[in-house]
């Protein structure tokens, strides 16, 4: 950001305690992910931009797991536990007997408010602080307001009350200006009469929204900062709402990465985790998903139909059709179409994955293609290799995993088999059909060669009564005549 909004001073209290009954989940809603984050984890990225003093995030309902992710994001944090008094003022209040002696503005989030940007919190705090009020909230207008607080303001435009959906009457139901759970305080008032909230209200809580009506009370001035984008403001409260946010911080990102120079040809089927990361010029084709911290160098192709998770695409590289998690791929090496790219793949520079190939734990040299129908697990290939279609390194006796080793300028047939551990050498050859179980020396050439055995009339005898057996019999009847037929010329 390129003001200064830390003067005086500010900090940041994140209520993260509630269950989240609406989402009908085990795990808690701030741990609900969008965008490759938790909901949590995105408020924590904005609310760390703005440079505060301190930030204290509250919780409860599963405490370990909140307080986990927090302090794996940011260790610093100071994560406070709410008591048995249920609400946001009461988790407000024990977040201020943590910083008694705080004593600027202190900047009230929700942790399932993802879509909050730095700069729409700069100017809330820029509009409080310009105001003197004692407390500025932010707002937005939307369409369907149901299952938000309401914005309730005096005749003279300035903020009355807010009003929670349950204790809302017919009219004050129908306002579409929303509270969206972020506040601006002074610490002074906000310490003076937080104690003072009660429990007159429907759900038997604390709300942190009485407070407005206590300063308004003192004739202390309350403000409203309206978000310029009201999805920017929009909390998330059932699954519902948990996928239309993700459809709004996608579009979002996916937007960024087009102004930074990536060609997305269909912005509506593409799923981009804030997480990852395009070059310029990156082209990204329909129904492609490009998660968590999965990087794509300049000039590169990926997809249609394509899923990339913690991946790195090389310059100029080609993924088709294909479904990689940690995987390398290099500069100029084409995957797919239909590969399967199993955590510890490295494709090196102008290699190839081709159709119908999974790939799990092994390490493709430069120029080396693996180009069908093919299996290559716990291996080392070196450069220039070409495996015939078919081929599989069995890596796994029932008991353990084995490695196999294949080197530099190897050549194979048609569907072999590798049963690791073995090593074939530089340069060697394989025929096809191979089961290769002993090492190949260098240079040499493998076969696995046995006579082939005809046992004549096998099917008619053994299959008698099948299509089969009938056709079987009807070939020979007429090789029959025909050699007799033959014999007579003859």
């Not at 040499?444 to 056709?471: D, F, I, K």
Request: hydrophobic share 40%.
């Amino acid at each position: 950001m390129s003001e200064n909004i830390t003067e005086p001073q500010l900090a940041v209290v994140i209520l993260a305690a509630g269950q989240g009954t609406r989402m009908k989940s085990s795990l808690p809603k701030v741990l609900h992910r969008i965008g490759g984050r938790p909901l949590l984890g995105h408020v924590l990225d904005t609310a760390r931009a703005l440079n505060p003093q301190s930030v204290l995030v509250v919780v409860r309902h599963e405490r370990d797991l909140v307080a986990d992710l927090v302090l794996d994001i940011a260790p610093e944090i100071v994560v406070v536990d709410q008591d048995e008094v249920p609400g946001t003022g009461r988790a407000v209040e024990i977040a201020l007997a943590q910083v008694p002696d705080f004593a600027g503005d202190v900047l009230v989030l929700s942790g399932d408010v993802p879509l909050l940007d730095d700069d729409t919190l700069a100017r809330l705090i820029r509009t409080h602080r310009e105001s003197g009020a004692a407390a500025t909230v932010l707002s937005a207008v939307v369409a369907d307001a149901t299952g938000y607080g309401r914005v309730i303001r005096d005749s003279a435009g300035g903020v009355q009350r807010i009003v929670e959906q349950k204790d809302a009457t017919e009219d004050e139901a129908s306002v579409t200006e929303i509270n969206a759970g972020v506040y601006v305080f002074q610490a002074a008032p906000l310490r003076q009469h937080i104690s003072l909230v009660g429990t007159a209200n429907a759900q038997g809580e604390r709300y942190l929204t009485d407070v407005v009506a206590l300063l308004r009370d003192s004739r202390l001035t309350v403000g409203v900062s309206q978000a310029t984008d009201a999805t920017a403001a929009l909390g998330v409260n059932d699954r519902v709402q948990l996928s239309e946010a993700a459809r709004l911080l996608n579009a979002r990102t996916v937007r960024r990465w087009q102004l930074e120079g990536a060609m997305i040809l269909d912005p509506a089927t593409t799923w981009i985790d804030v997480t990852a990361s395009l070059a310029p010029d990156v082209t990204v084709l329909p129904n492609t998903h490009i998660l968590r911290a999965t990087t794509v160098a300049a000039g590169a192709t990926v997809g249609p139909d394509t899923s990339l998770v913690d991946c790195e695409v090389g310059e100029n590289a080609s993924v088709t059709r294909t479904d990689a998690t940690l995987a390398v791929i290099g500069a100029g090496a084409t995957v797919g179409p239909f590969a399967y790219l199993r955590p510890g793949t490295y494709l090196g520079d102008r290699g190839k994955i081709g159709t119908f190939v999974e790939t799990k734990n092994s390490t493709i040299g430069e120029r080396s293609k693996v180009p069908h129908l093919s299996y290559i697990g716990d291996t080392t290939i070196g450069t220039g290799v070409n495996l015939g279609a078919g081929a599989i390194t069995a890596n796994y006796d029932d008991l353990t995993k084995h490695r196999t080793e294949i080197g530099d300028e190897v050549h194979t047939g048609s569907h072999n088999v590798f049963v690791a551990p073995v090593r074939i050498g530089a340069g060697a050859k394989t025929g096809a059909g191979a089961v290769i179980r002993k090492d190949v020396p260098p240079g040499a050439l493998a076969l696995s060669v046995a006579p082939q055995r005809n046992v004549e009339g096998w099917v008619e005898t053994n299959r008698s009564g099948t299509g089969a057996a009938h056709a079987a019999a009807k070939a020979r009847s007429a090789q029959k005549a025909d050699d007799g037929a033959q014999e007579e010329d003859g």
